[in-house]
């Protein structure tokens, strides 16, 4: 007991110095982001990406998740800098296949959609980044979600990491103290990782990311994991054992296509579909994170207020390189210096 005892205070104590580096770098080096970059130069992007995405999320709601998981998963691999969008080419190995994304990012096609608008009206002024990070805001906002306003001015990256997309992003079956070592990586607190985790409202799951939690070795009537006979019945017809890696289960199943506070009630109810997502009230490290779901599934508006200050905060992270050597992409999907000599 006692090495194990010793090994817990030892991550606890990586966790804090993570945070605090981060949180030292993140101060000294934020380029600056405006509200009104583009204001002379591209008037109506936001009203033309509002208008795209309503027609994504009005065609198919699930849109709505695609899109916010898609910036979200853009922001923890070399900042906010539109490298999640690039495909491999001969010389680059992009971030789309990387483990933590190939079997879970869509929605590429829609950005190649809005790109392909703005690009219409103001080309080569609006970067991919600063595009995507406004898509989701208007993601959410069209399913129920607060409203924030989103600070431009990101550059589009030249290069991606598939190598970081697997080491950054958290996994579904992950323990609460080693997620909360990869947000605060980032620079994002405790409570950035709460609020933001609720944008699993909306989302999905595949079958191969809760089949552990569904058939582990935990009482279904159990304080700590009450699944109920049912839920628990309706889950396994969806996930079988063995097989249908790719069948889906809505996060929040009592309001899938709503953006509001259900997800923090069913973590209370031990209903929690993903295990890193239960973590956060189950977990005997989870003092902090058991009281701020409690908190947001009590006060859904505390939970918009905080999930819209803590995008403005992920949505800041930057890549510092891009800001020296990025761009404006004119494909989402290439570099320019590929583009041209295409």
């Not at 605090?20 to 992007?45: A, E, F, N, V």
């Not at 490298?83 to 590429?108: C, I, M, P, W, Y």
């Not at 839920?231 to 017809?237: D, K, M, V």
């Not at 599934?297 to 510092?320: R, Y």
């Amino acid at each position: 007991m006692a090495p194990n005892h010793h090994s817990k205070i030892l991550v606890l104590l990586l966790v804090v110095l993570s945070m605090m580096m981060s949180l030292i770098c993140g101060d000294t080096s934020s380029p600056p982001l405006t509200l009104d970059y583009y204001k002379s130069s591209c008037p109506r992007l936001l009203s033309i990406v509002r208008k795209e995405m309503e027609c994504a999320v009005l065609s198919d709601t699930r849109n709505a998740a695609t899109i916010l998981r898609l910036h979200m998963h853009d922001c923890f691999v070399q900042g906010c800098d539109g490298s999640v969008l690039l495909d491999d080419t001969v010389t680059l190995k992009g971030e789309k296949k990387a483990d933590q994304n190939k079997h879970s990012l869509r929605g590429f096609k829609i950005m190649d959609r809005i790109k392909m608008m703005v690009e219409s009206e103001c080309p080569g002024v609006v970067s991919c980044a600063d595009i995507l990070t406004l898509a989701a805001r208007d993601a959410v906002i069209l399913v129920g979600g607060p409203y924030w306003d989103v600070p431009l001015g990101r550059k589009d990256a030249q290069s991606a990491s598939n190598e970081l997309a697997d080491s950054n992003l958290p996994g579904a079956n992950e323990g609460l103290l080693s997620i909360i070592s990869k947000f605060a990586y980032q620079g994002l607190s405790v409570t950035d990782m709460v609020a933001l985790s609720g944008a699993h409202t909306i989302g999905m799951a595949r079958c191969e990311n809760f089949r552990a939690r569904i058939y582990g070795d935990f009482d279904i009537t159990s304080e700590k994991d009450p699944l109920s006979k049912t839920h628990l019945n309706n889950l396994r017809s969806v996930c079988p054992a063995i097989g249908g890696d790719n069948n889906v289960s809505a996060i929040d199943y009592e309001t899938p296509n709503l953006f509001d506070n259900s997800y923090y009630q069913l973590l209370l109810k031990g209903q929690g579909l993903l295990n890193s997502d239960q973590e956060m009230y189950s977990s005997m490290f989870g003092i902090e994170t058991k009281y701020l779901v409690r908190k947001y599934a009590e006060d859904g508006l505390e939970f918009f207020k905080q999930f819209a200050e803590s995008m403005v905060k992920m949505g800041n992270i930057t890549n510092d390189d891009s800001f020296v050597n990025g761009e404006v992409r004119n494909n989402c999907r290439f570099v320019n210096s590929l583009s041209h000599s295409e």
